[in-house]
């Protein structure tokens, strides 16, 4: 396998190092700053809407809602995109060719090595057949999703393990061990699951019972469940205590393949380095990886922490780029998806996820004029339940309820009369549509800030394993399974 990088850059910036593709990033990021963190609950306090260039301004607030979750994804033949200003379609456009494309066109790929890695993917061996006793133990509990996510990667897992003789496969971060548990049942590989949650790895100890009791007379399902956290500094001996296994059982193994799907937050970043620790160490070793939750990574606004989360290569962390909170969960937008619901799939959801920025953002007026000493608390709504929500009234007190301390129901501070006439003011002023337009401008960038964060991980590979073959590329549907860029690494 050659050594080197590989990743399908967009076809407008193909002819760029990684490194220049990855400044024009930073670069675009920056002059967007504005949209990127902005807190949207102080949309109406901060007056954010005014940050927004006047000829889009009046444009966006009379957008469907349809058409709002279009926008981050329109391009010239969409009806919608002759409704916009020109220096509207020429930010959507270039953010668009700006980022990684989500999926690929095989007859378009010129990497030999993606090539050979989607052709893999896309030969499908039907891993997931549930039409037996133990293909139906082995899918069960996982949705569409999930399905969708194993069966294509648990084939990927197995192409490259069985390539390089007999490995040992470590599933980290595996939750209750879905993956894992069909990598045990396909392959000859000594399989480990790993994960911090003690919860997570009961069920996959359960999980591993129910499937041994079907499997064929005769055959065993080669796998352990751990419980512990793992560090980004383990050692190979630290990892082989772990996985309680001695020098002479390694040997019988010509690979150890570190796997981890949709590993949340900084256990992307903490699996890159425990592989750059452990190929100094090891003679063969693989890393899968398909990371998720960038709102969980850790940043510095001056990068001086060792273990950082974000960025983790030279490269990012000397564009001075500070993305905050808001920025990387924006990263984790699906704009696929948006697509999709804009012609009417998933519609409810999407239109119940605009309503409620609108009251969240509405709640926080309400708190900051009569709560004012309840806002120094660490206050997060989450999610209210649908049948919860109704009116702003209904959700305003379900929201209060969740304060640490009591407080005082709405109508008791607020009274009624007011609250209504604070809504209608706000609605004279189009704020519904205003809010709902910001939060879709902003998703515009979704895909341009997630594609920073992959190839930030890329550079840091290249930069501290300059032997390693490095490959980038979309595995999932990004409708079905939106974070769905795998990392592959192999030290030989
Ligand atoms: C998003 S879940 C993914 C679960 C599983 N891979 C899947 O695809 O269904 C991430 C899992 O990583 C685990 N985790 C997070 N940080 C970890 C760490 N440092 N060491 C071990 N497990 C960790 C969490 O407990 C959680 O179960």
Not at 477 to 484: K, L
Request: with cysteine; proline share 4%.
């Amino acid at each position: 396998m050659n050594i080197g990088t590989h990743i399908h850059l967009p076809l407008k910036h193909n002819h760029l190092s990684l490194e220049q593709y990855s400044d024009e990033l930073s670069s675009f990021l920056k002059t967007y700053i504005w949209l990127i963190t902005p807190h949207i609950v102080d949309f109406f306090i901060e007056e954010t809407w005014r940050k927004v260039p006047e000829e889009w301004r009046q444009n966006l607030e009379n957008l469907t809602t349809s058409d709002l979750l279009l926008l981050p994804t329109v391009c010239p033949k969409d009806e919608l995109f002759n409704l916009l200003p020109s220096t509207l379609q020429k930010f959507v456009v270039d953010a668009n060719e700006l980022c990684l494309p989500r999926s690929i066109d095989l007859d378009r790929v010129e990497d030999p090595i993606i090539k050979y890695y989607i052709e893999i993917t896309q030969n499908k061996t039907n891993i997931l057949d549930d039409s037996t006793h133990v293909g139906k133990e082995l899918v069960k509990g996982m949705n569409i999703k999930k399905k969708h996510e194993v069966e294509i990667i648990a084939d990927l897992i197995s192409h490259i393990s069985n390539r390089n003789g007999r490995s040992q496969i470590v599933d980290i971060g595996a939750g209750q061990g879905y993956l894992a548990h069909v990598l045990a049942y396909h392959n000859e590989s000594q399989v480990f699951v790993i994960d911090s949650n003690s919860s997570q790895i009961d069920n996959s100890k359960s999980r591993t019972k129910r499937l041994s009791r079907v499997v064929d007379e005769g055959k065993t399902i080669n796998l352990n469940s751990i419980n512990a956290h793992l560090k980004c500094d383990l050692s190979l001996s630290e990892l082989q205590n772990l996985l309680q296994t001695d020098e002479e059982r390694v040997e019988e193994y010509d690979n150890l393949a570190l796997v981890g799907n949709h590993t949340c937050g900084d256990l992307s970043p903490t699996m890159l380095r425990m592989f750059k620790h452990l190929t100094q160490q090891h003679r063969n070793i693989t890393l899968i990886n398909v990371g998720c939750c960038y709102h969980m990574l850790t940043e510095e606004i001056i990068p001086n922490s060792p273990n950082l989360g974000f960025p983790m290569s030279k490269v990012v962390q000397q564009s001075n780029l500070y993305l905050n909170k808001r920025g990387r969960m924006l990263a984790c937008q699906a704009v696929d998806r948006w697509r999709c619901s804009s012609a009417g799939e998933m519609h409810d959801e999407y239109y119940q996820m605009f309503d409620s920025q609108y009251y969240r953002a509405l709640l926080q007026v309400v708190l900051k004029k009569y709560y004012p000493h309840h806002l120094t608390e660490d206050f997060t709504v989450g999610k209210i339940r649908n049948n919860k929500k109704g009116s702003f009234l209904t959700y305003a007190n379900c929201a209060l309820n969740k304060f640490k301390r009591k407080v005082p129901s709405i109508v008791d501070v607020v009274g009624d009369e007011e609250l209504v006439k604070m809504q209608e003011e706000l609605e004279q002023q189009n704020s519904r549509s205003r809010i709902s337009a910001f939060w879709s401008l902003r998703a515009v960038l979704a895909p341009v800030i997630e594609s920073l964060i992959l190839v930030d991980r890329v550079l840091y590979l290249k930069q501290e394993c300059p032997h390693a073959n490095i490959v980038l590329f979309p595995l999932f549907d990004a409708v079905v399974s939106p974070r769905n860029f795998v990392l592959i690494a192999s030290s030989s």
